[in-house]
């Protein structure tokens, strides 16, 4: 038996020795969505001073052949072997993959509020004012599981906060079901009592009906948390609702001002993330000009990755609509973009950002 | 370089292996030194100067001492080595720690050195002066060859992290090693198996103990777990690596001592401190506790033996008084053992004798683990509900949930049952289903190990501090 076991055990060794050494190291992890570690680079004060044999351990690991398989197995065993809850903070409901937010920060939703109010008021007096929370997926789940984040508490300090402006309660209007089973964001085919909501309470006058898009489908989405699991999910479908409308709006994305830009960009679908055919991905600043409105109103919508896929169905209500993104650009210079008047503003992140809400700049 | 990392198990360790067994055997010990200085000089670039600087001093003093035997010139090199292996240790290990002290407590201001601690000078140190004692004592004969004792020093599956070999448990292997496949299978079931315990249960209940040490929500609850957590991390983080050297010696043909046998299961600390860490028990009974006079010199002096044994335990640990306090309490447990209390464990029934072993040694990790006075005190209040927190949290019940089967595995794991039911069941089953049961468990923890450290964002080092 020892002698096989000897073997077996030399055989591991070196195979994975050799594969390693062997397989080309690779630029990307598309499953989790980031640059892979490169071979350190030699130098005389790298190996003295320990960096280089740091790098190299985080090199190795990170370039190891099966890589994804081998994520697997862990995840397998965490959940199924040693029956632990979750597995890197993502646990299964249902079919749905949930990330438990690691840490409550209860200041940082008094910070967000301030931040809110301190931007609203940049806005003359004429503007209409409206926020909305979006809760992540593991609010709907609270009343069953453990959370760290005291959703009750946060909704009431936000809307006690902000009582000075127009509320669009999105998570009386939402459901987990509204959401993907594999990723962080709302499915945009789902978003149509929330539009009714929005085109009352925004006077948009745009009697607002999914039913008249046209539903594009795209097979396989895996979303954010199908590869940061490392379980084997099934891919799920993407929608992006399109109408005529579309094809004529000017899309500018000011990071990239040379390139001509379209409210999907379909290319991403095939991309690292999917979810980025929502107008690019991120973006610090966008402008969606639409001329075949009559009437001259104007949107800012102050966002996060939510606001992508719902910028799209409002496009009927405005004439331009500006979605800003200050987690990529501060707001110290904004003024060098928008005209702080009397526009519509749309306050719309979710709880997420709230709970880090210096993320805003 | 660690064993529980790939560029250990997938880079160095095949390499080698490779190079070991492809080298002509007068030539092995040779192969076998090179690759360990490579093994030291990737975590310790610079500080391997003091490996080499040790083996020197080492290997100059015992000719010197065999040279001279029965004269003052042997005394004088024993001291000089002894010396010279101490000032080195204390120089490195302890000189902040003096600073700290004398700054307190004489008003001076002197700046710390900041060095940091070179990886593995207390086990190497310790060995290298084993070497020169026994030599002295006549229990070892000098080994001539420069490369043979560099060899033994460096050797690179106990250089890090113990255990502390004697020169005289392998000073004929050194010369003469038989290789097998017996030995070279032996080898890689304790190694795998040690390589599971490091990376699969030790560095998971790691992050519980830190997870409940940082809780936003503590509660009595969280303290006991994170103690609970703590404390079998320890023991499977440092016995998972003693049996990663002991498999690893085996496959290059060296019979290592023992480290831990199941300290768990002990009924009194005397008997814990048999089973726990035992090379650095045995060190300081036979370099230390022995030459004091032990316990035949009256009872005073038994216990005065003991108390400056364990003292010295407790600051070989780390150059914080936490660890001087860890050794203390510890050592005042075995001297009332030794006065009375042993004779009163054996009077009551034996699960007794079991907790208090456990909580007594669960009490004095708690001291391990804070460095501060502040710290101890406040994990203590924390567990004993003195701390104004409720005696649960969600947050603690559903880690705790989260983790309960690998804490059971753990509490499992630390008794001696698996191994009898292993042998048990060999002895029952059919041989082909052993050898193919034995098989898929070794080859599916090296890779389930594997997996874990591809994936890891938590694998520490403890001995940073040794």
Known sequence: MNKKLSIIFVFILASLFGMNIVAKDQDLSYSERRKLEQMPEWSKEGILSGDYMEGFEDYALDQFVFRDSFKSVKSYMELYGFWKNDVNGIYVYDDYLIKRVEKYNPDSTVKFTEYIKDMANRFSDNSNIYYMIIPDKNYYVADESYQTIDYKEVFDTIDEELSGFTLINAKNLLTLDDYYKTDTHWRQEMLGSLLAEIDELMNLDIDFDITEYEANEYEEFYGVYAGQSGLGVVSEKLIYLSKDLMDSVVVTNYESLEQEHSVYELEMLEGMDSYDVFLGGAAALITIENNEEDNDKELIIFRDSFGSSIAPLLIEGYAKITLVDTRYMSSAILDQYIEFGDQDVLFMYNTEVVNSSQMLR | ?466
């Open chain 2, 1 to 466: 370089m660690v064993f529980s990392s790939v560029t250990f198990l997938y880079y160095f360790l095949p390499l080698m292996l490779l190079g070991y067994f492809i080298t002509p055997i007068k030539y092995r010990n040779l192969t076998l030194l090179v690759g360990s200085l490579i093994f030291y000089f990737t975590g310790e670039p610079i500080y391997i100067l003091l490996l080499v600087f040790s083996t020197t001093v080492d290997y100059f003093h015992s000719l010197v001492i065999s040279r001279n035997r029965g004269s003052i010139k042997a005394k004088i090199a024993l001291i000089s080595s002894i010396a010279i292996n101490l000032s080195m240790l204390i120089f490195f290990k302890y000189s902040d720690f003096i600073i700290a002290n004398l700054n307190s407590l004489a008003g001076t201001e002197i700046e710390p050195l900041g060095l940091s601690l070179p990886i593995g000078i207390s086990f190497f140190t310790f060995q290298t002066m084993s070497y020169t004692i026994d030599v002295y004592r006549e229990e070892a004969e000098p080994q001539k060859s420069f490369l043979d004792l560099g060899t033994y020093v460096a050797l690179f599956p106990q250089l890090i992290a113990g255990p502390i070999i004697r020169y005289k448990t392998i000073a004929k292997e050194l010369n003469h090693r038989e290789h097998s496949f017996e030995l070279f299978g032996y080898g890689v079931q304790r190694f795998v198996i040690g390589l599971a315990k490091k990376v699969l249960l030790a560095n998971t209940l790691g992050e519980l103990s830190v997870m409940m040490k940082y809780s936003a929500n503590p509660s009595v609850l969280s303290y006991w777990i994170g103690a609970i957590a703590f404390a079998l991390q320890i023991y499977y983080d440092f016995s998972g690596y003693s049996d990663m050297a002991i498999g690893l010696g085996r496959m290059f043909g060296f019979h290592f001592q023992e480290n831990f046998n199941y300290p768990y299961i002990s009924r009194s600390i005397s008997e814990f401190w048999n089973r726990w860490h035992m090379s650095l028990g045995q060190w300081f009974r036979d370099y230390v506790y022995i030459p004091l006079g032990g316990n035949r010199k009256g009872k005073l002096r038994g216990i005065r033996n003991i108390a400056v044994v364990w003292l010295l335990t407790g600051f070989w640990h780390g150059a914080s008084w936490n660890f001087v306090l860890w050794g203390v309490f510890l050592g005042t447990l075995i001297i009332l053992e030794k006065l009375f209390l042993l004779k009163v464990l054996e009077k009551l029934p034996k699960v007794t004798n079991h907790l208090y072993v456990v909580f007594m040694i669960l009490f004095s990790f708690v001291l391990f683990n804070n460095e501060t006075m502040t710290g101890i005190i406040g994990s203590f209040r924390g567990m004993f509900g003195v701390l104004d927190i409720p005696l649960v949290s969600l947050e603690s019940v559903y880690y705790g949930q989260s983790y309960l089967v690998f804490i059971i595995i753990s509490f499992v794991g630390a008794t001696p049952l698996v191994s009898n039911l292993t042998v048990k069941l060999s002895k029952r089953l059919h041989d082909k289903v052993v050898e193919y049961a034995s098989l898929a468990v070794i080859g599916g923890l090296l890779l389930i190990t594997t997996a874990y450290l591809i994936d890891s964002s938590f694998n520490p080092f403890l001995y940073f501090r040794f």
